[in-house]
């Protein structure tokens, strides 16, 4: 049973900094892209961030460009998002989620290419 566990998530002021931690099991981690996407309350699930199965290739959303890095440890099964200088509209739940195609980066940036998804977890930035 493949399961995608977030953590790291909680309350920060704005300009603060969290990382985000997503363990895999259940599936073979280094032949997965994993991707950031979040959700705020009555908005659509948006893309975060993506990163290519050995970590060579990463993709972030123009929004976050600059703050936010995705990264991997395939010995862990774990992907990590290291957010910095947060604002309030980073507010959301962050999910991160697995697929198993090889493609282009854009293509890691619809929500329907992911194979599976974790549970979330809640970052609340106040202002």
């Known amino acids: 049973q493949v399961q995608l566990v977030e953590s790291g998530g909680g309350l920060v002021q704005a300009g603060g900094s969290l990382r985000l931690s997503c363990a895999a099991s259940g599936l073979t981690f280094r032949r997965y892209a994993m991707g950031w996407f979040r959700q705020a309350p009555g908005k659509e699930r948006e893309f975060v961030a993506s990163i290519s199965w050995n970590g060579a290739i990463t993709d972030n959303a123009d929004s976050v460009k600059g703050r936010f890095t995705i990264s991997r440890d395939n010995a862990k099964n774990t992907v990590y998002l290291q957010m910095n200088n947060l604002k309030p509209e980073d507010t959301a739940v962050y999910y991160c989620?697995?697929?198993?195609?090889?493609?282009?980066?854009?293509?890691?940036?619809?929500?329907?290419?992911?194979?599976?998804w974790g549970q979330g977890t809640q970052v609340t930035v106040s202002s």
């Open positions: 989620a697995a697929s198993q195609a090889m493609a282009a980066s854009i293509y890691y940036r619809e929500t329907d290419n992911y194979d599976y």
